[in-house]
T-cell receptor
């Protein structure tokens, strides 16, 4: 298996633009997680899905952020409009049954908003 | 979830054992100790977990004290590739009712 695949690896965008980050989980995994990492705040959970249904989105910073999982093999995290403070590394992870030892993370998307 | 305390940073000589401590004095009887690590520019990677007994796998060993108030992750022969941030997490094991949260971890620097 290729693992969790995220795209793009790097994204540079101008303030106010829409940004879409993509994630393909491991086949057969039924949990998908989106995390954000910054120097100041560390690794923060944004939202997670179980069987394509959002379970907890309390970590989503504000209405500018939205996440979808239209099917078991694809998820997007969208920021509209983007702001410089959204600059961070965004990680996607997937898990077979949500057990705490079973998370597999992608390589992340480094987002820079200028 | 029980609060965990880890040193901010540690150094280790290449080829020597790296012993990373974690304090979790308020751990409950049904909470496990999990370790993940994050190598620079990569996502976190699961290492090992345990409840009471010591555990060993191909990556590391986990030693949990008898009172379970602290534990130590041991990398028996550290290499430069083990330079990473190591996260100790204490949680009940459940099937995804809540997602994992990560603290600030210990930054391990393996020196040549």
């Amino acid at each position: 298996d290729a693992g969790v695949i995220q795209s793009p690896r790097h994204e540079v965008t101008e303030m106010g633009q829409e940004v879409t980050l993509r994630c393909k989980p491991i086949s057969g995994h039924d949990y998908l997680f989106w995390y954000r990492q910054t120097m100041m705040r560390g690794l923060e959970l944004l939202i997670y899905f179980n069987n394509n249904v959002p379970i907890d989105d309390s970590g989503m910073p504000e209405d500018r952020f939205s996440a979808k999982m239209p099917n078991a093999s694809f998820s997007t995290l969208k920021i509209q409009p983007s702001e410089p403070r959204d600059s961070a590394v965004y990680f996607c992870a997937s898990s077979f049954d949500g057990r705490q030892y079973g998370y597999t993370f992608g390589s992340g998307t480094r987002l820079t908003v200028v | 979830d029980a609060k965990t305390t880890q040193p901010t940073s540690m150094d280790c000589a290449e080829g020597r054992a790296a012993n990373l401590p974690c304090n979790h004095s308020t751990i409950s009887g049904n909470e496990y100790v999990y370790w993940y690590r994050q190598i620079h520019s990569q996502g976190p990677q699961y290492i090992i977990h345990g409840l009471k007994n010591n555990e060993t796998n191909e990556m590391a060993s986990l030693i949990i004290t008898e009172d379970r108030k602290s534990s130590t992750l041991i990398l028996p022969h550290a290499t430069l590739r083990d330079t990473a941030v190591y996260y100790c997490i204490v949680r009940v094991m459940d099937t995804g009712r809540r997602a994992l949260t990560f603290g600030s971890g210990t930054r391990l620097q393996v020196q040549p």
